[in-house]
């Protein structure tokens, strides 16, 4: 069982899913790379339960085989492969009982991985996972959440991936535009999904204020002169930085607030 590619193609598969793979060793099932060999296709895969990464590259041969590189002999396996530049690499599966090893060579060099195929008899049904969010109903997203930790992974993946998410519940889909990486991040679990509270407290610093006599006010609410005309801020500052006011309708001739204040007894409608 055997399958030919650039060792330039498998590096970079390989670099794709590393920050995905759990180094978690209560959960062994997920702490090491699989390689799987299926319909023309060699698929390299790395998952912790919050991420889930998947690289792909078509293959003349139509093989059947499932191998590992647990995390620990990754970087060995990564070193190797960037010295081996663009030669090309066989990749050979052996299965002894419940061992697995996977051999890489080229012409001059190769390296060796045997793993214990009992140890990732639980590794997560990827294929059903992955085409379920894919295929997931479009729904509104008014708020989710992720953690920013998990989003720096997705730099391995590639300058641009296109992404999407099916509900604010769903997996956040990231997918490169050849279709040769597809990834997952779960969100965080968030008490509440209405949004308007947080974008409220945004809005509301960003609205333009003025100090009288201590008291902060509101530069877009209404304000009244001392014959009850409405004045308003035209949005405007003169070069010192002062708010510009207006009369309501007369909003081309515009006043420094302090002016206004002083000539015309500006201030805030009750």
């Avoid at 639980?122 to 997931?136: F, H």
């Avoid at 099916?166 to 209405?194: I, N, T, W």
């Amino acid at each position: 069982m055997s399958v030919s590619l650039s060792a330039y193609d498998l590096h970079r598969m390989l670099n794709q899913v590393a920050p995905h793979v759990s180094d978690d060793d209560t959960l062994p099932a997920l702490t090491a790379v699989r390689m799987e060999a299926d319909g023309g296709n060699l698929f390299v895969l790395g998952t912790d339960r919050f991420t889930m990464a998947l690289a792909r590259i078509a293959t003349v041969e139509t093989e059947t085989w499932q191998a590992y590189i647990p995390i620990e002999s990754l970087p060995a396996v990564l070193a190797w492969l960037h010295a081996a530049e663009t030669v090309t690499v066989q990749i050979a599966v052996e299965r002894n009982g419940t061992s697995i090893s996977l051999n890489l060579a080229t012409a001059d060099s190769n390296i060796r991985i045997t793993a214990a195929g009992s140890d990732y008899a639980a590794y997560p049904n990827w294929r059903k996972t992955m085409s379920e969010q894919l295929e997931a109903e479009m729904g509104p997203v008014p708020m989710t959440a992720f953690n920013t930790e998990f989003l720096a992974r997705w730099s391995a993946a590639g300058l641009l991936l296109r992404a999407w998410q099916a509900g604010p519940r769903k997996a956040l889909v990231l997918m490169s535009d050849d279709a040769d990486f597809l990834g997952m991040q779960m969100p965080v679990r968030y008490e509440s999904l209405d949004r308007q509270p947080l974008v409220d407290q945004w809005l509301t610093a960003f609205k333009p204020t003025v100090e009288i006599d201590g008291v902060i006010h509101r530069l877009d609410g209404r304000w009244l002169d001392a014959d009850d005309d409405e004045w308003a801020f035209t949005g405007r500052r003169n070069p010192a930085g002062e708010p510009l006011m207006a009369l309501v309708g007369l909003e081309d001739d515009a006043y420094a607030f302090t002016q206004a204040a002083a000539e015309y007894g500006l201030k805030p409608a009750a």
